[in-house]
């Protein structure tokens, strides 16, 4: 079992550098807040740092899921709108065996990839780079699919197809029935 600990999204304008994070408990999270407080940001930044933003109907690494607000340009209270410059979002995972896994990935700058720092039981950490889309599951070097079902500790599972071929479930067929948004319309 895994627990997401952190959601954050930070960035930096023309004016002031910007950020901001829900951190999370163990157990069930319900999350309620006026409209504009950041409910979806944070399921986007989810999405996104996974690599599974098709499950919003857009296109493999096209940030659009998110708001002008991180990608465009921010209102700081009381100034004028500032110009964003750059805009990433991060999650931190805990695996129940202890293990801490964060993957970021720019919102605004190169999204194709996803950094990822690993920190093991006994404090050691990794990093490296993965791809966020596109054969991930077949790129044993570089796939980020492949590198979360393999730290998951996941089987990979081949499934047929409504055309009748076979491919491995990714995280995207899986995450639809995890996701609920509630729109208040």
């Not at 986007?44 to 607000?69: H, M, R, S, Y």
């Not at 293990?99 to 700058?109: K, N, P, S």
């Not at 596109?134 to 990979?156: A, I, K, S, V």
Request: charged share 25%; aromatic share 8%; with cysteine.
């Amino acid at each position: 079992m895994i627990q997401i600990e952190r959601i954050e999204v930070r960035g930096q304008s023309d004016a002031d550098p910007f950020e901001g994070v829900l951190t999370l408990a163990p157990g069930l999270q319900v999350v309620s807040a006026r409209n504009a407080y950041g409910k979806s940001l944070a399921v986007k930044a989810v999405a996104w740092c996974l690599g599974i933003e098709p499950i919003f109907g857009i296109p493999d690494n096209e940030p659009t899921c998110f708001p002008q607000a991180v990608r465009e340009e921010v209102e700081f209270a009381g100034r004028q709108p500032a110009r964003i410059l750059s805009s990433e979002c991060s999650i931190s995972i805990i695996h129940d065996d202890g293990r801490h896994l964060m993957l970021t990935r720019a919102i605004r700058g190169d999204c194709k990839m996803v950094r990822v720092e690993e920190r093991a039981i006994d404090g050691q950490v990794r990093k490296s780079k993965l791809l966020a889309r596109r054969e991930t599951m077949q790129d044993e070097h570089g796939g980020l699919q492949r590198f979360l079902f393999e730290w998951l500790g996941w089987p990979r599972q081949a499934v047929v197809t409504f055309r009748g071929n076979t491919a491995e479930i990714y995280l995207e067929n899986l995450a639809s029935a995890f996701y609920i948004d509630q729109d208040e319309g």
